[in-house]
């Protein structure tokens, strides 16, 4: 079976910053592309980052490009989520997901692709 195990979650106050980390097992990872979305309250799901198997391709939502960065560990089976300068809307619960090439282009959804079960990030503001 996937799974997909998601941590380091907290409490942080704005301008802080915290990683998450996405522990996985029960498929090839090495040949997975990685996205990293999450669910704000009253918005839905949003797409975070993306990475190709090999890391050389990496995606970012635009509110978020300088801020965060997405990195994977192929020899560990780990997806990384490093969030920097945190604001109060970057609180939500952010999920790892393995899925196919493309979904970027795609609204993220939790019955498509095989997702964690989440991960709470709270920025007070």
């Known amino acids: 079976d996937v799974q997909l195990v998601e941590s380091g979650g907290g409490l942080v106050q704005p301008g802080e910053s915290l990683r998450l980390s996405c522990t996985t097992a029960?498929?090839?990872?090495?040949?997975?592309?990685m996205y990293w979305a999450r669910e704000v309250p009253g918005k839905g799901f949003e797409w975070v980052s993306a990475?190709?198997?090999?890391?050389?391709?990496?995606y970012y939502a635009d509110s978020l490009k300088g801020r965060f960065t997405m990195s994977r560990d192929n020899a560990k089976n780990a997806v990384y989520l490093q969030m920097n300068s945190l604001r109060s809307d970057d609180a939500a619960v952010y999920y790892c997901?393995?899925?196919?090439?493309?979904?970027?282009?795609?609204?993220?959804?939790?019955?498509?692709?095989?997702w964690g079960q989440g991960t709470q990030v709270t920025v007070p503001s």
């Open positions: 997901v393995r899925d196919q090439e493309g979904r970027w282009f795609h609204p993220p959804s939790v019955n498509v692709g095989y």
């Open positions: 029960g498929f090839t990872f090495g040949t997975a592309w």
């Open positions: 990475t190709s198997p090999t890391g050389e391709t990496t």
